[in-house]
């Protein structure tokens, strides 16, 4: 089970109830649980929304999209049933907190769902858990049994009136169904390669009809913000980046774990206070900063704000939180090359240039990082990933150029020192593994 | 072919928490996995037609999902992950462990006493506890060769029971 | 019908244009003449956006976006040769071929592959990558389909081709990532309708047909578009043919050209099964018969025999004593010249076929309900559609395709009544089941006969189901019925006045290639050429500068009854098969004199005493009517030394007999003739056609063997038929009309009609010899043991 750590200048939000019980409803409910969703309902539609605009959260899968303005934009009026779908893919390397909340805070995930519900006016909620995570899909079996069994889902929640299913649905081990659209046709029983867009998920989603998908943290915090208010939470952070988030810290730390800080808590502090430092003593050599799709920053770019909008202007990504510390004994060939594999992995395949891109990437990497490297390599890695950049049909193209293209440009020395004839410079460097694509 | 009870139970629940039929699928398959070993074809066809679709569409949704399987694993799979975070603590040499440990090939075949197979995984959603592994559901974390070695053994016990 | 779709402007390289808003931007262009490639867009299936070809800049899009996904919008300006555009296109090329394997000098593709043209236009010479290539062997999924994986860039036509058009649903996509491979429904092979639309529709060599892979070049064969030879929808079909010791040999047919009446349709009949014309087993010599055994002759002495025989019978016995049966499979133009031949030259009205359906009753409900027919093209477009019997996914695989095809992309309305559960019933609106043979009694109950419904009711069908149909059917405008042969004689005068009110179109369904024709043409004893009555004789002697015997002939089953009573002396069986198809006693045939004119030795053909090989369909030309009445042009693509066609055989036994040729084929009448258009593949080689006119010093435009000069006087005779030739000779189907011309009671005979019962797989005699329609059918006959098991 998941490990729980702490530091003083963690605020804590969403981690308030973990390792508390929480996961049991009586727990839930002495700690707060089921308030906001109670007040949400006496709100009202646009004044849940309002609060969460006001709160400026934005989105934890990934893309840091501003949430209220999300749900504002799904229609007032649908011929179709309208739905929320709770992202709890998390796939993306470097990523482990969706597990933590609801590992420990279930029901704060479900009563997200459910304010998120009562904000666009739909009357289902799915919770997809990644097929990986059993047992957190059968903790949130028994949430929503719970739930159920109180009265607090189904019909005319708390005495209201209001109408609110809650569903919880298990994947079968694909990164790329974190992907909005690809989440929606895995629960629609398909394979998982995402939808032409537009129409986006908020006008046409699950079953055609008007979808809210948010990851599950971005839910989990919704509660907090409809207690303690859009502008107190907004506050903790910076501007345009409300509240806090859960970092993952891993890699080569003393201390990693999942810390939730502030947004725009200065990296370096991040890494050598909270993280306790650079493990065995070695210097840091390179950061991800936000899961693996993510571009690299090296040493000198680290002092900055982690927040969506700092982190952007460095040249990378706040991503999903997931920080990979990389000592200075680590090849980013190889770091390089296990990226890559992992997203050739997982490339549903639908689109030419991230199918092929990655297959291409990973075999020119895998003979490179062998010693079979020309000089010229160099230049096609990154003339390959630059040409994926912005032309495939979903993001993971993006995901895996992104990465490719920061090791090149900003390791390109350490590419070289790989070529023909020379060995590698690290010592431990064994040829990779490659995970065979998926077939059957 | 029929299921059993419990898994008959299972997909009579979900049936109902969907306006579409086949939105069942990927979960139920992966239910069916558990009881079954793998997905057989029997288990194919049965549920195509339980959910209107061809045995070709089931195949190519099992296809796509890389926990989903045609053939038998051990009864304990060993996952191991070497994705980023697990790589930079080790995690190549977990898995080079628990293979010569296990004397199985890695994404092959089963060890002789049918009891374990071994897999290469990306990451898992253990980043912060790497290198990190699961055994079928159960996830084992702040690996090192020594305590895999004792979790191996415990599994290795289970089995005999 | 719908408003108009508004408007909107949109400005493309600095071009101004205007498109109906909705329109996607890909097909915007190709209106203004702008190529925006693509692989995976396909007109008129489900849309993809997976092979990234057709991105282009739109302003105020920070990305490129895909031109087959974008519909157009009022203001768009787009540029789609911008430098962004051309670089992105052209990595996009050097990304595929990556790992695409580079044997295009022996890929059944080259030269007509659409990669290779896109890297010739858009691409990159050079290649960046030195990795291995992905290999993959090839795979045979089925006797006609063969799969060749690493060539393969999953553009996923082959998939929608088979699930949304063909509603097969057999090819599937599996695994993923660089894994990803389209995979059959039967893991190892494919158990479908074998249509091989996945192989046409193809962009690269990834699926290749059984029959063609590795025979040929394309550049070394002619192409030649003519009209299918097996059922009677009359598919437009592309035969390749290349020289060979024999003649032209056809190596294979498929469908390149998307203009015909099939669109992008083509089933497993069209596309494989030309091979009957290279059987072993066929005839290729006249072949006269002594002492009980054929022996082969020439020609002259064929020719000279026969028609001795048919003179020596007219003169000793009279007309009354020599029989002509025609053929569902020769042309209007042969058909014509038969019925002419035997009521002139032979002078009886024994003349007849083998009828699939009634089209005279047909035709006369037809023009007494001033209602029209209905063309192949019109089922596609039609608002809604009513089908009573027949299974056009067997029978009528064109019909079935456009009917799917209307309701997928036009949301038509599709009403089904049959007897059996067919598979069309998936696309219907509406279902009824009723019992065998109850369709006449449905249309009792459509006139409004209420107490019908109780005799309907068992199969399933309920009364409130029936007059929800009958219902819904009186709301319908511009319905289109479509009726088998169940429906004869007065049924079909009913079906036709209950809806032609409406607007009504119909189509009555009949069974081969020109079986239309034949009825049309008048291979019947009692009509004659467009369904007249001999009432109306005197166009006709007007026109032939003779006079029609006035006796009304004797139909099929009379000649074979006259011929067991030892009252018909000879019989002239052309391109058909009644002894097989009417389950008649061929030892009534052993009396008289039998001439046969036909490619195999069939049932009948055993009791011939002379059979003369003849050309078929793909080897001559002339024209076919659809069953729908689409008037279609056959051009010459196969060619096999020493057959000859039924037209030149017709008129060379009748110049034997003496008779003058010039009132049997309009010579000099004004007519345009045929310079060679019409004979597709040779039209271009030193033409037999002109060197044997100049050898007789004829004028090129007269010639006794030109089809285009029958068909001349046909468009004089029959007023339906009265169409543009200059179009039906450039290509198109031109639709015709069943006018009657006077409206004398038609005699109509239910009982003659036999219907061929073929199925996707089958075509009467010409499929026995088919060698793949016969593996087709092995290989699902084992199949179908297996899944059993
Ligand atoms: C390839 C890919 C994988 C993704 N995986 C996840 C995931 O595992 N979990 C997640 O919450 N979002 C994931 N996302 C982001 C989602 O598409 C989506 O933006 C997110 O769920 C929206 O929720 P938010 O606004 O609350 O962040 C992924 C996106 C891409 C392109
Ligand atoms: S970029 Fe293309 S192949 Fe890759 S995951 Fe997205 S759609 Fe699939
Ligand atoms: S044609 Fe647009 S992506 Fe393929």
């Known amino acids: 089970m998941a490990y729980l750590v702490s530091h003083p200048d963690e605020v804590k939000v969403i981690s308030s109830r973990f390792g508390k019980g929480a996961a049991d409803i009586d727990r839930y409910l002495e700690l707060d649980g089921y308030k906001a969703v109670q007040m949400a309902l006496q709100m009202g539609s646009e004044a849940v929304i309002n609060e969460v605009k006001a709160s400026n959260l934005r989105g934890r899968g990934g893309a840091g999209f501003p949430t209220g303005m999300k749900w504002s934009f799904v229609p007032k009026e649908s011929a179709k049933p309208k739905y929320v779908l709770c992202n709890g893919d998390e796939s993306e390397p470097g990523t482990c907190k969706d597990r933590l909340i609801f590992e420990h805070d279930p029901h704060a995930v479900i009563e997200g769902a459910m304010i998120a519900a009562i904000a666009v006016n739909a009357h289902k909620a799915y919770i997809y858990i990644r097929g990986e995570y059993r047992y957190l899909l059968e903790i949130m079996q028994k949430s929503i049994a719970d739930v159920y069994a109180r009265g607090f889902a189904g019909k005319n929640i708390f005495g209201s009136g209001y109408d609110l299913d809650v569903y919880w649905h298990g994947g079968a081990g694909a990164y790329e169904v974190g992907e909005e659209s690809a989440l929606m046709e895995s629960l629609e029983g398909k394979r998982g390669v995402p939808r032409i867009r537009p129409p986006f998920p908020a006008v046409v989603g699950l079953w055609g009809g008007p979808t809210v998908i948010n990851n599950a943290e971005t839910l989990a915090s919704v509660p907090h913000i409809i207690m303690m208010g859009g502008q107190k939470y907004a506050d903790i952070g910076t501007p345009k980046n409300g509240g806090t988030r859960l970092f993952c810290l891993s890699g080569h730390l003393e201390k990693p774990g999942v810390y939730e800080l502030p947004m725009g808590y200065n990296l370096k502090k991040m890494i050598y206070e909270v993280g306790g430092g650079i493990s065995n003593g070695r210097k840091l050599k390179a950061v991800v900063p936000g899961g693996s799709s993510t571009p690299v920053l090296t040493a000198d770019e680290i002092d900055i704000a982690m927040d969506f909008d700092s982190v952007a202007k460095a040249g990378s990504m706040l991503g999903s939180g997931g920080v990979v510390v990389i000592d200075d004994a680590t090849c980013i060939v190889k770091f390089a090359l296990r990226t890559m594999q992992f997203y050739r992995h997982e490339s549903c395949g639908w689109c030419i240039p991230c199918r092929e891109g990655t297959d291409w990437l990973n075999k020119t990497l895998t003979r490179f990082h062998a010693g079979g490297g020309l000089a010229k390599d160099i230049d096609n890695i990154r003339y390959l990933a630059e040409n994926m950049l912005g032309r495939t049909f979903c993001p993971l193209g993006d995901a895996a150029a992104m990465p490719t293209i920061g090791f090149v440009k900003k390791f390109r020395e350490e590419f070289e020192a790989h070529l023909e004839g020379k060995p590698c410079p690290f010592e431990k460097h064994g040829a990779i593994s490659q995970l065979p694509v998926m077939s059957h | ?161 | 019908m719908a408003d108009a779709p508004k408007l909107v402007n949109i400005t493309v390289n600095g071009k101004k244009t205007t498109a109906p808003a909705g329109t996607l931007l890909i097909e915007a262009c190709k209106q203004i003449g702008i190529e925006v490639p693509s692989f995976c867009y396909y007109p008129g299936l489900s849309l993809q956006g997976a092979c990234r070809m057709c991105l282009v800049e739109i302003e105020k899009m920070p990305k490129l976006q895909t031109a087959c996904t974008t519909p157009v919008a009022e203001g768009m300006v787009v540029n789609t040769e911008s430098e962004k555009v051309v670089q992105s296109r052209k990595a996009m090329l050097e990304i595929v071929l990556a790992n695409h394997p580079l044997d295009c000098p022996v890929c059944d593709a080259g030269g007509e592959c659409e990669l290779q043209d896109m890297t010739y236009t858009y691409g990159a010479a050079e290649s960046k990558f030195i990795d291995i290539k992905s290999h993959r062997d090839e795979q045979q999924w089925s006797p006609v389909v063969f799969f060749d994986r690493p060539r393969c860039i999953l553009c996923y036509r082959c998939v929608r081709v088979c699930g949304e058009g063909m509603d097969v649903w057999a090819l599937g996509v599996q695994n993923r990532g660089q894994g990803s491979v389209i995979a059959p429904n039967k893991q190892d092979h494919l158990e479908c309708e074998e249509c091989g639309m996945c192989i046409d529709i193809c962009p690269v060599g990834a699926l290749t047909s059984g029959s063609y892979r590795y025979k040929t070049r394309p550049w070394e064969m002619n192409h030649v578009g003519t009209v299918c030879t097996h059922c009677g929808d009359g598919c437009l079909t592309t035969v390749g043919v290349r020289r060979s010791d024999t003649g032209m040999e056809i190596v294979r047919c498929d469908n390149r050209d998307k203009s015909g009446i099939n669109g992008d349709f083509l089933c497993v009949k069209g596309r494989y099964a030309f091979d009957f014309a290279a059987n072993q087993e066929r005839i290729t010599q006249p072949l006269i018969k002594r002492d009980g055994k054929f022996v082969p002759a020439t020609w002259t002495q064929a020719i000279e025999l026969v028609a001795d025989k048919f003179k020596q019978v007219v003169q000793k016995d009279g007309p009354q004593a020599i029989g002509v049966i025609g053929s569902n499979r020769t042309t209007n133009e042969e058909n014509y010249l038969l019925q002419k031949f035997a009521r002139l030259v032979l002078g009886t009205n024994n003349i007849d076929h083998h009828r699939t359906a009634d089209f005279p009753a047909f035709a006369k409900a037809i023009s007494e309900n001033k209602a029209r027919t209905a063309s192949m093209r019109d089922v596609f477009e039609a608002p809604a559609v009513l089908l009573i019997g027949n299974d056009p996914t067997e029978q009528h695989p064109l019909l079935a395709w456009q009917i799917r095809n209307n309701v997928r992309l036009h949301r038509s309305k599709f009403y089904i009544v049959n007897s059996q559960a067919i598979k069309l019933r998936r696309q219907a609106t509406q279902f009824v089941q009723i019992p065998t043979g109850a369709e006449a009694r449905f249309v009792d109950f459509l006139s409004g006969n209420d107490a019908a419904a109780g005799t309907l009711t068992q199969a399933g069908a309920s009364n409130e189901n029936l007059s929800q149909l009958r219902d819904a059917l009186k709301g319908e405008q511009n319905l289109v019925v479509i009726f088998g042969s169940e429906l004869r004689g007065a049924d079909i005068s009913a079906l036709v006045k209950f809806a032609a009110p409406q607007n009504a179109k119909f189509i009555c369904l009949g069974d081969y290639a020109n079986s239309r024709g034949a009825a049309d043409m008048g291979l019947f004893p009692d009509l004659l050429p467009g369904y007249a009555t001999f009432a109306g004789a005197a166009r006709y002697q007007q026109e032939w500068g003779a006079d029609v015997p006035a006796l009304v002939g004797m139909d099929l089953k009379q000649m074979f009854g006259a011929a067991r009573d030892g009252k018909l002396k000879a019989l002239y069986v052309v391109g058909s098969n009644p002894v097989s198809r009417y389950a008649l006693d061929p030892f009534v045939l052993q009396a008289p004199f039998v001439v046969v004119q036909d490619m195999f030795m069939t049932e009948t053909a055993i009791a011939a005493d002379v059979i003369l090989p003849a050309a078929f369909a793909y080897e001559k030309s002339g024209t076919f009517t659809s069953t729908c009445g689409d008037l279609q042009m056959l051009r010459k693509a196969g060619d096999v030394v020493s057959v000859k066609s039924d037209f030149e055989i017709v008129v060379r036994i009748a110049e034997k007999m003496g008779y003058d040729v010039r009132k049997l084929v309009p010579f000099g009448k004004g007519l345009r003739a045929d310079m060679g258009q019409s004979r597709g593949a040779q039209s271009g080689e030193a033409d037999r056609h002109s060197v044997w006119l100049q050898a007789r010093g004829l004028e090129p435009k007269v010639s006794p063997f030109d089809p285009l000069a029958t068909l001349d006087e046909i468009q004089r005779l029959i007023p339906g038929y009265d169409v543009s030739q200059i179009n039906l000779v450039s290509g198109n189907d031109e639709h015709t009309q069943l006018v009657q011309i006077q409206n004398a009671s038609i005699p109509s005979h239910p009982e003659l009609v036999v219907p061929s019962n073929d199925t996707l797989f089958t075509s009467g005699t010409l499929g026995r010899y088919s060698t793949v329609l016969n593996s087709v059918m092995e290989r699902r006959a084992t199949g179908k043991e297996v899944a059993a098991d």
């Not at chain 2, 070497?82 to 010569?100: D, V």
């Not at chain 2, 090192?144 to 089995?159: F, M, P, Q």
Request: aromatic share 8%; hydrophobic share 40%.
């Open chain 2, 1 to 161: 072919m029929n299921f059993s009870d419990q898994l008959e139970a299972r997909f009579a629940d979900m049936l109902g928490h969907y306006p579409t039929k086949r939105s069942v699928l990927v979960p139920f398959l992966l239910y069916t996995q558990d009881e079954l070993g793998y997905l057989t074809d029997e288990a194919i066809e049965e549920i195509a037609q339980r959910l209107d679709l061809t045995a070709l569409e089931v195949r190519n949704v099992i296809s796509y999902y890389s926990m989903l399987r045609t053939r038998p694993a051990g009864k304990y799979n060993v996952q191991v992950c070497t994705n980023i975070c697990c790589l930079l603590r080790g995690g190549e040499e977990i898995l080079e462990h628990a293979r010569k440990k296990l004397g199985v090939a890695v994404n092959k075949g089963i060890s002789e006493d049918g009891v374990f197979s071994v897999e290469e995984v990306e990451c898992i959603g253990a980043c912060s506890w790497a290198p990190a592994m699961q055994v079928n559901y159960d996830f084992h974390e702040n690996l090192t060769e020594a305590k895999v070695d004792e979790i191996l053994e415990s599994y290795r016990k289970k089995a005999q029971q």
